[in-house]
Nanobody
């Protein structure tokens, strides 16, 4: 199982930016697709973004398309989520996840390893 540690969350004003990072513990990081999910208080976890093993394919939730960018650096075993033009409705705990395969996927059940989450709060 891959151990994942997120960082970069915090409090930001609406319209601001944050960059989340997720460091993986395994040297085979480059073999897995990765994803970001989020869970707001009282709501179910939802898909945010995913990237395939090479970084060449990405998918986004409609709610973040054009504002968020997922990327990865396989040499550093790290995946990133650049979040711009943040809105109060982006407030949530953000989770990094490692897929069981190489292909980008929006399906939570396809991910076998999850980080502990990092809190993002966007004030209006």
């Amino acid at each position: 199982q891959v151990q994942l540690v997120e960082s970069g969350g915090g409090l930001v004003q609406a319209g601001g930016s944050l960059r989340l990072s997720c460091a993986a513990s395994v040297s085979t990081f480059g073999s897995y697709a990765m994803g970001w999910f989020r869970q707001a208080p009282g709501k179910e976890r939802e898909f945010v973004a995913t990237i395939n093993w090479t970084g060449g394919t990405t998918y986004y939730a409609d709610s973040v398309k054009g504002r968020f960018t997922i990327s990865r650096d396989n040499a550093k075993n790290t995946v990133y989520l650049q979040m711009n033009s943040l809105k109060p409705e982006d407030t949530a705990v953000y989770y990094c996840a490692a897929s069981r395969g190489q292909l980008a996927t929006r399906i939570g059940a396809d991910f076998g390893s999850w980080g502990q989450g990092t809190q993002v709060i966007v004030s209006s």
